[in-house]
């Protein structure tokens, strides 16, 4: 009798320990999902200020409508398709249940002689998107692209990065 009771608390703590284990595995999976979510909303934010801005560069000025002395308050364009539109709200690309958004920034690239003015010379900028997916997860992308010719040259990525 004492040993079938030792035999039945080792397999209930056995069991315990099986389901405290699997649901550790769950909520990593669900994390990992969520990230993915977020990751997944900066790029097609980068994808879609990309599209938005492939035509915006002024034969002279470049993008310096978009640009602003040291980037100290970055510009956000707002005509960007799904920019800065939350989750759930009219205007945004994703469906309610990816609960996902994104929030786009211009930046002026640091080796552009105008940096400090807040004036595009070489017709470079960086794409800083922040994705945003369910429960807090964020990722956030950075691109720098640089058109060689004013409008309707073709945009080209000069680097890609995942900053977080």
């Not at 009798?1 to 769950?26: E, H, K, N, P, Y």
């Not at 002024?58 to 980037?71: C, D, E, I, L, M």
């Not at 989750?87 to 105008?114: E, I, P, Q």
């Amino acid at each position: 009798m004492f040993l079938a009771v030792i035999v039945l608390a080792s397999l209930a703590l056995l069991a315990g320990l099986t389901v405290v284990s699997v649901q550790g595995s769950v909520k990593q999976n669900q994390t990992d999902r969520f990230d993915e979510i977020a990751l997944y909303a900066a790029e097609s934010g980068a994808a879609a200020a990309m599209n938005y801005l492939r035509d915006m560069p002024h034969p002279v000025a470049g993008y310096s409508a978009f640009v602003t002395p040291s980037n100290v308050a970055p510009v956000s364009p707002a005509a960007i398709p799904g920019n800065n539109v939350v989750a759930g709200a009219m205007g945004n690309l994703f469906s309610a249940d990816m609960h996902a958004w994104y929030a786009v920034k211009v930046l002026n690239n640091r080796d552009d002689t105008g940096y400090a003015s807040g004036l595009d010379q070489d017709f470079s900028i960086i794409i800083a998107v922040e994705g945003h997916g369910p429960d807090g997860a964020v990722a956030q992308v950075e691109l720098a692209i640089h058109s060689e010719k004013p409008p309707p040259a073709p945009l080209v990525i000069l680097s890609w990065h995942r900053v977080r």
